[in-house]
C-alpha cells in the first residue's frame, strides 16, 4: 500500500486546477502585457483568478499580489513593512520563534541591517500568547508577523485578536497562511490582517504560484524589478497557467472545506488515539487549536530519518523534525521552541493528512508505525537505557 | 539520486551483527543523544581474534549502517587488526556517505575502538594511548 501522508510538505493538483490551467498551457498561451485580443484573454484569466481569491478572502483585486510562492510573498511583506517602518524612525520587529524559515531567515537579514528582532516563545502547547504580543509592542514597531498555522505542528494562532491589537497600535500585521489557507476560514477584514502570504501547492494547485495579500494603502517594496506587472510591484511575465489553477483550487478547497474536514477530522483523531498507545510517545502541540490535518509526534528512544526511511519501505510517506532530516546538528526549531529536549525533537514523526486519504490507509499507517518504533527501539542503546533506568524517561 | 547508495539502504534495512552480547570480552558505547546518533559495540575476543561482534544504534539510516558495517569489517580478524579500521574505510566499503553524514562513519570507528579499549582495560593488556585519541568533533557531545 501506498500512502501519501505529507500534505503539509505539498499536494498533489487537482483535477480541477489541472483542468483550468490547461486552456493556458496549450491554446491560450498569449502574454498578458501584450495588445492583442489573443493575449486579452490571458489577462482576463488573470484578473478573474485575482478577484476569485480576493472574494475568498474578504480583499479587494487590487489588493491581491500572484507571486511565486509562500517564501516570495513572506519575504516581500516583511522586507517591505521593515522598509516602511525605518523610513519613520520604527526599527524594531516582532514574530514568533517557530515561524518559517521564510519568515526567519528575512528577520535575520534586516537584524544585520540594523533592524531590531523579538521572538516571542510559543509555549508548550504551540500557541502564542497575546498577553506577549502585547508586552513585545513598543514605539518603534514596524511589523508584527506571527504564522496562522504552524506548519510542523499544525497549531493556530489567534490571529484575529493578535491583528485587533496590532490595528489598535497602528502597527502592520502580516500572517504567513501558508498552511492555513484553503483547509481553514480566512478572512482579512474580520481577522484584521493587513498582509497575508499563501501559497498554491498547499492546496492542490501546482507549485511555483502564491499570494501576497497587502492591504490597500501599505506601501510594497519590490524583491524583483524588471516590470509593470502585478501594479509595478513584482516585475516578470505572469505564471497565468499556475494562477488560474491557484484560483481554481483555492476555490474548489474553500467549496469543500466542511466536508473536508469532516472527512480529514476523524482520521487524525484516529491517528492521535492509536499512535498515543505507543509506551512514551506524545503529541506535539495543542489539540485545541489545530489545523484539521497535520499530526506531530514523538517516540522517545529513537531517530526520526531512520523512522522515515522504514516506513518509506512500507509505503508511507511522512516527514520528521530530526537533525539528519534537517541536515544540520540540531533537530527542528519548531519543536525546540515548544520546550522538547534534543534527544526527544531526534524522535519526531509528522504526518499531514489531506481529503485524498482514506481510513484504510490511516489502518495502514497505525499498523506500520508502531512496528517500525518497536524494531527501532529494539537496536537503540538509548532505549535500553531508559527501559534499564539508566537514563530516566522524559517523556 | 536517491540519498543513500544501495550498499548503505542494505545495511540499513538488513543489519549484520546487530543485537547485544551478554558474555562480551568488551563494550563500547560513543555518540550522544543530544546530536541523534550513539552506536554501541560489543566484541568478543578469544585468542586475540575479534570472533563475533554485535552492535546497538539509536540515530539515522547512515549511522545504523555504518555500526553494521564496522561489525562486518571486524569480526574475524585480529584486535590489533580491527584498531586499524578507518572511517574512510567504512565509507568506501559502503559505496559513499553523503557529505554531512561523514560523521557517522567516525562514529563507526571510534565505537570499534572504545569496544577493544574495554576489552583493554578489562584484561590488563597495554597500549598505545595515542592511537585512543577521540576525533569526533561536535559541540553538542560537549555536556
Redesign the interface.
Known amino acids: 500500500m501506498f500512502v501519501y501522508a505529507d500534505n503539509a510538505a505539498t499536494t498533489s493538483v487537482s483535477k480541477t486546477a489541472v483542468d483550468a490551467m490547461m486552456p493556458y498551457l496549450t491554446t491560450l498561451y498569449g502574454n498578458p502585457s501584450s495588445l492583442y485580443g489573443f493575449a486579452q484573454e490571458a489577462k482576463e484569466a488573470l484578473e478573474a483568478a485575482r478577484k476569485t481569491v480576493a472574494d475568498i478572502i474578504g480583499a479587494e483585486p487590487r489588493e491581491i499580489y500572484f507571486t511565486s510562492g509562500g517564501s516570495e510573498a513572506d519575504n516581500q511583506a516583511i522586507v517591505s513593512m521593515a522598509k516602511f517602518g525605518a523610513i519613520k524612525g520604527k526599527k524594531h520587529l516582532i514574530s514568533t520563534k517557530f515561524e518559517h524559515h521564510a519568515v526567519l531567515h528575512t528577520l535575520k537579514q534586516l537584524e544585520k541591517q540594523g533592524f531590531e528582532v523579538t521572538l516571542l516563545d510559543v509555549h508548550e502547547d504551540g500557541v502564542v500568547r497575546l498577553e506577549d504580543v502585547e508586552n513585545a509592542i513598543r514605539e518603534d514597531t514596524a511589523l508584527v508577523t506571527i504564522m496562522f498555522a504552524n506548519n510542523e505542528i499544525g497549531t493556530v494562532q489567534p490571529i484575529k485578536e493578535i491583528g485587533e491589537l496590532c490595528r489598535a497600535k497602528k502597527i502592520p500585521f502580516h500572517t504567513d497562511a501558508v498552511q492555513a489557507a484553503g483547509h481553514m476560514p480566512l478572512n482579512v477584514v474580520d481577522m484584521n490582517i493587513d498582509l497575508l502570504s499563501m501559497s498554491g501547492h498547499k492546496f492542490h494547485a501546482p507549485k511555483g504560484v502564491g499570494v501576497l495579500y497587502a492591504k490597500r494603502g501599505l506601501p510594497l517594496f519590490n524583491i524583483i524589478e524588471g516590470g509593470a506587472q502585478e501594479r509595478g510591484k513584482r516585475a516578470g511575465t505572469e505564471n497565468i497557467p499556475g494562477i488560474v489553477a491557484l484560483a481554481a483550487a483555492l476555490k474548489e478547497s474553500v467549496d469543500n472545506m466542511e466536508e473536508n474536514t469532516a472527512k480529514i477530522i476523524p482520521m487524525r483523531d484516529k491517528l492521535f488515539a492509536e499512535l498515543s498507545k505507543i509506551p512514551h510517545s506524545k503529541i506535539n502541540g495543542s489539540l485545541e487549536h489545530h489545523v484539521p490535518g497535520t499530526v506531530n509526534m514523538c517516540f522517545e ?6 523512522l522515515l ?2 516506513l518509506d ?1 512500507k509505503g508511507v510517506c511522512a516527514s520528521s523534525g ?4 534537517s ?1 544540520s ?1 540540531d ?1 527542528s526549531h519548531v519543536l525546540l521552541s515548544l520546550g522538547l ?3 526527544v525533537a ?1 524522535g519526531s514523526l509528522r504526518l499531514s493528512i489531506g481529503e485524498y486519504n482514506t481510513m484504510e490507509e490511516i489502518d495502514h499507517i497505525i499498523k506500520v508505525v508502531p512496528e517500525v518504533v518497536s524494531y527501532l527501539r529494539s ?6 537505557d531508559l527501559e534499564t533506568g539508566k ?1 530516566p524517561h522524559l517523556i | 539520486m536517491a540519498l543513500y547508495s544501495e550498499k548503505v539502504m542494505d545495511h540499513f534495512q538488513n543489519p549484520r551483527n546487530v543485537g547485544k552480547m551478554e558474555d562480551a570480552s568488551g563494550v563500547g558505547e560513543v555518540g550522544n543523544a543530544k546530536c541523534g546518533d550513539i552506536m554501541k559495540m560489543y566484541i568478543k575476543v578469544e585468542d586475540g581474534i575479534i570472533v563475533d561482534c554485535k552492535f546497538n544504534t539509536f540515530g539515522c539510516g547512515s549511522a545504523i549502517a555504518t555500526s553494521s558495517m564496522a561489525t562486518e569489517m571486524i569480526k574475524g580478524k585480529p584486535v590489533e587488526e580491527a584498531l586499524e579500521l578507518s572511517n574512510q574505510a567504512v565509507v568506501e566499503a559502503l559505496d559513499g556517505l553523503p557529505t554531512h553524514k561523514i560523521h557517522c562513519s567516525v562514529l563507526a570507528e571510534e565505537a570499534v575502538k572504545a569496544a577493544v579499549k574495554d576489552y583493554y582495560d578489562k584484561n590488563g593488556i597495554e597500549y598505545d594511548k595515542e592511537k585512543f585519541a577521540q576525533t569526533h568533533d561536535c559541540d553538542h557531545c560537549v555536556d
Open positions: 528512544g529513537i531517530e526520526g530519518e531512520s526511511l522504514l519501505a530530526s537533525a539528519c532530516t541536515g546538528l533537530p529536549p534534543h534527544e531526534h537496536i537503540s542503546p538509548v532505549w535500553e537514563r
